[in-house]
């Protein structure tokens, strides 16, 4: 799994800040890792986190990562310290301490949002809540939004953030492994929302106006999402769900889709392979841009806008977990023309992708001793 | 590439032997691999193998293995021995001693078809002989057909056999990289021919009337097919073709059907990543099954028709070589609706894959100490 680390070097923290004179230091685990077009040094930020789930990249060089296990880390300069204020999570099974997303005007307010699980094992529920970063700990934390139905069931939470231009926040609800109420308005379970950065619906959902509906839904009809990106050129949102067996999906979410779980869906059922849903395809519902086959299991989502990796630019980089590999997907015409493959089998389990501020592309590894990578 | 060597275990081909009272012998590389609904030991059956290409199933439990840099090998008992009467070859590229399959009455009349380059490095032709296999070696040995055009490019023979149940001999023939011929009817370029089981075109071949097309071609519009199988229960013809970057695909082959290359394709240009060719559909061309992403690389490609492996009844199991992996596909309704990877960097770049003669999957790797493997 960790062939690279024997290929670490010793002090190479110390002499990547001297040497790059910035604040990006690191370990650096294999270099010149040759891809398709684009040749990159693969770096270990920080080490020893356990099971990150998210990062999120402060105007100082620094970040914040959230481990699904509760804590919240500040990570400087290789050192990695705990921030204060978070509050308890319920950390059972894929639940705990999830997204986290800085106010596009954190420069000025210091709000650090963050996606995580409430309640308790027998009733639990994706929520969100911001703090002001201060001093190294949140102040007045707030829980601004909760789905409204919980489950007992440690599995399917979503809930990945992504600011929309806006100023809308959108925020991915998993079914809770609770099949029917994907496709029911009246429950955010299984759904995408969009909030004002309140929490709040905004009075311009698709289904704000419905008696019957929860006016937070976006889009619907989704299983478990943890990719989410907002393309900040056309505002275009692509999302990556988990699929049975089979069946995880790329979409390109329009507001009030309905993606078409559990009803409809490409993947099958995870003993008998019979196929999943009542069918493949139905007119009403949307198809997926694509289905991911063999079976990523997908967790982060990345665009890339910057001109570092210039032959990578517009291009998507889809995490996965099972399949332990990063995607890069070439899309044009909304149809997926082309696929690498990168980071396979070099550092295991892939939570999330991120683009960092810089325009290097940032990895979080999902085990007990899982770390921040970074492409350069 | 090779880590399983090091679990081989000394001794294993003779205690194979008595264990399974048969002539299974080989070197258990790997036992109780898991797979989403099958566990199989890898065994070695053969290794030293230069760059083998096919293996064909001899009804006394024996192998035929062809290694592209001229030879033909028998494999008993873990013995590797040379057949004699093979024709000089032009080994070179990609070209060189290609497919081997025995006739479907060779047990009454030992006749073993095999593919070659032939002619010389200046103009070279993918053709196909056949001789009658006695005591260890090749007689009686005629060239059967040869391709009409030739070329220099040492790449692109394509060159695989299927028998169909009619009695005729499929055979694929690359397009040498010379992109226009694949879509002149006048040209063998680039296409899938059917010939009789002396090399002649049936009467009945697709284009057999016109005086404008070689009476050979049943399929064209390929580019470089490696893989071929022909399902035994209803005749359908699978094909994989390696298309430019990202173009692979899987085709269900139809008689006279055109399959696009070069003026279609989904696949894109090696250096530029711009697309290829003048779309990528075509009203009045066949669309693939499948277009594998990202790159396989196809090889060879078997269908599972024994019970051995239940759960694999009627898979197809594609060989990669770039991708160093077999993808085991789920069609139904001749959609691919399930993918899984098999024996991924374990044994490194997978030159071919066959259902051998008791229902277990056998697999030649590409490299100057290539293997014969079998899954068991």
Same mark, same amino acid.
């Given at each position: 799994?960790?062939?690279?680390?024997?290929?670490?070097?010793?002090? !190479?923290?110390?002499?990547?800040?001297?040497?790059? &004179?910035?604040?990006? #230091? &690191?370990?650096?685990?294999?270099? &010149?890792?040759?891809?398709?077009?684009?040749?990159?040094?693969?770096?270990?930020?920080?080490?020893? @986190? *356990?099971?990150?789930?998210?990062?999120?990249?402060?105007?100082?060089?620094?970040?914040?990562?959230?481990?699904?296990?509760?804590?919240?880390?500040?990570?400087? =300069?290789?050192?990695?310290?705990?921030?204060?204020?978070?509050?308890?999570?319920?950390? $059972?099974?894929?639940?705990?301490?999830?997204?986290?997303?800085?106010?596009?005007?954190? #420069?000025?307010?210091?709000?650090?949002?963050?996606?995580?699980?409430?309640?308790?094992?027998?009733?639990?529920?994706?929520?969100?809540?911001?703090?002001?970063?201060?001093?190294?700990?949140?102040?007045?934390?707030?829980? @601004?939004?909760?789905?409204? $139905?919980?489950?007992?069931?440690?599995?399917?939470?979503?809930?990945?953030?992504?600011?929309?231009? /806006?100023?809308?926040? @959108?925020?991915?609800?998993?079914?809770?492994?609770?099949?029917?109420?994907?496709? =029911?308005?009246?429950?955010?379970?299984?759904? @995408?929302?969009?909030?004002?950065?309140?929490?709040?619906?905004? !009075?311009?959902?698709?289904?704000?106006?419905?008696?019957?509906?929860?006016?937070?839904?976006?889009?619907?009809?989704?299983?478990?999402?943890?990719?989410?990106?907002?393309?900040?050129?056309?505002?275009?949102?692509?999302?990556? =769900?988990?699929?049975?067996?089979?069946?995880?999906?790329?979409?390109?979410?329009?507001?009030?889709?309905?993606?078409?779980?559990?009803?409809?869906?490409?993947?099958?059922?995870?003993?008998?392979?019979?196929?999943?849903?009542?069918?493949?395809? =139905?007119?009403?519902?949307?198809?997926?841009?694509?289905?991911?086959?063999?079976?990523? #299991?997908?967790?982060?989502?990345?665009?890339?806008? !910057?001109?570092?990796?210039?032959?990578?630019?517009?291009?998507?980089? #889809?995490?996965?977990?099972?399949?332990?590999?990063?995607?890069?997907?070439?899309?044009?015409?909304?149809?997926?023309?082309?696929?690498?493959?990168?980071?396979?089998?070099?550092?295991?389990?892939?939570? /999330?992708?991120? *683009?960092?501020?810089?325009?290097?592309?940032?990895?979080?590894?999902?085990?007990?001793?899982? &770390?921040?990578?970074?492409?350069?």
């Amino acid at each position: 799994m960790r062939i690279g680390m024997r290929r670490g070097r010793a002090g !190479a923290l110390v002499a990547g800040l001297a040497l790059m &004179g910035s604040a990006l #230091a &690191g370990e650096v685990i294999e270099e &010149g890792i040759g891809t398709e077009y684009e040749q990159f040094d693969l770096v270990r930020v920080a080490g020893e @986190l *356990e099971h990150p789930w998210s990062v999120a990249f402060l105007p100082d060089g620094g970040y914040l990562v959230t481990e699904r296990t509760g804590a919240l880390k500040h990570v400087r =300069d290789g050192e990695v310290t705990t921030v204060d204020g978070v509050p308890g999570v319920v950390a $059972r099974g894929q639940g705990g301490l999830l997204d986290v997303s800085l106010h596009p005007g954190f #420069a000025g307010n210091g709000l650090v949002y963050f996606t995580y699980v409430t309640g308790d094992s027998d009733q639990s529920y994706t929520a969100l809540a911001r703090g002001r970063l201060e001093d190294g700990a949140l102040h007045e934390v707030e829980e @601004l939004f909760r789905q409204d $139905r919980g489950g007992s069931n440690p599995g399917h939470f979503g809930s990945r953030l992504a600011w929309q231009a /806006d100023g809308t926040l @959108l925020m991915t609800i998993g079914d809770r492994r609770q099949e029917d109420p994907a496709q =029911d308005l009246a429950s955010h379970t299984g759904s @995408l929302v969009r909030l004002t950065e309140d929490g709040k619906a905004p !009075a311009d959902n698709p289904f704000a106006d419905r008696d019957d509906a929860q006016p937070h839904i976006f889009a619907y009809g989704l299983r478990n999402s943890q990719g989410l990106v907002v393309d900040p050129a056309d505002g275009t949102i692509w999302l990556t =769900d988990h699929g049975p067996r089979g069946g995880d999906e790329l979409n390109r979410i329009e507001a009030g889709g309905n993606y078409g779980w559990p009803v409809v869906s490409l993947g099958r059922d995870y003993r008998s392979e019979e196929p999943f849903g009542e069918a493949r395809r =139905d007119a009403d519902m949307t198809d997926p841009v694509y289905e991911f086959l063999p079976t990523l #299991a997908p967790s982060g989502l990345a665009l890339v806008t !910057a001109d570092r990796f210039e032959a990578w630019q517009g291009n998507l980089l #889809a995490g996965g977990l099972r399949a332990e590999r990063i995607l890069r997907i070439v899309i044009e015409d909304d149809e997926v023309v082309h696929m690498e493959e990168l980071l396979h089998g070099k550092i295991g389990r892939i939570r /999330d992708v991120r *683009e960092g501020p810089e325009g290097h592309v940032y990895v979080l590894t999902d085990h007990s001793d899982g &770390g921040l990578y970074r492409l350069e």
